[in-house]
């Protein structure tokens, strides 16, 4: 079994459980192929409800919210945390889908890079989410807000892996700007 450098956070009841159901979802990385001159950019759409706005990326059960003028791909200094670039990333279960367990990983894909997904870019480990994502209001759509840190701009992607299904989100993120 391949083993993770560094134990995941996990959000649900963690327990022998859990490790039993990040064993079954980790799987090889599968990124897709990228250079400087060529991200290839994951799909997305706005999505409109009476509590939230949000530009949505990618196709699988589980795709990426963001925060951020609505443009997925602007990163911008959080206050404290020099030298990162930060983008408020929701994890989205789509309304087709159950509640269910997933695991994040994080990729730079065009160059060697960084990128942490968690609360601070201190958070390095991989994210398994067990449940207890919170409702969003839009439909069945469920939601787990997060951050996603990187040194610079580039090509990144994001591996979900569930139970059955594994599907990658590809972001080009920007120079910073101001909100």
Known sequence: MRTLPIAPVVVGV????????????????????ASPADCPQSPG???QTPEFGSMVVGTGPVRI?????????????????????ALKTHFDE????????????GERLD???VIHIGSTPADRAPLLVLGNMHPTGR???????YFTFVRT????????????FSTTVVVR??????P
């Not at 789509?94 to 990983?105: N, Q």
């Not at 439909?139 to 807000?145: A, N």
């Not at 993120?173 to 101001?178: D, Q, S």
Request: glycine share 16%; hydrophobic share 30%.
């Open 14 to 33: 963690a327990g022998a459980e859990s490790m039993t159901t990040l064993k079954k979802l980790l799987r090889p990385l599968h990124p897709p192929e």
């Open 45 to 47: 759409r706005f999505v």
């Open 65 to 85: 919210g963001t925060d951020g003028a609505g443009n997925p791909r602007q990163g911008f200094h959080p206050s404290g945390d020099h030298g990162w670039l």
């Open 94 to 105: 789509t309304p087709a889908d159950d509640e269910g367990p997933f695991l994040v990983r």
């Open 111 to 113: 160059r060697p890079g």
């Open 139 to 145: 439909g069945r759509w469920q939601d787990l807000p």
């Open 153 to 164: 701009p580039g090509c990144y992607g994001w591996q979900i892996d569930g139970l059955d």
């Open 173 to 178: 993120i920007l120079p910073t700007y101001n």
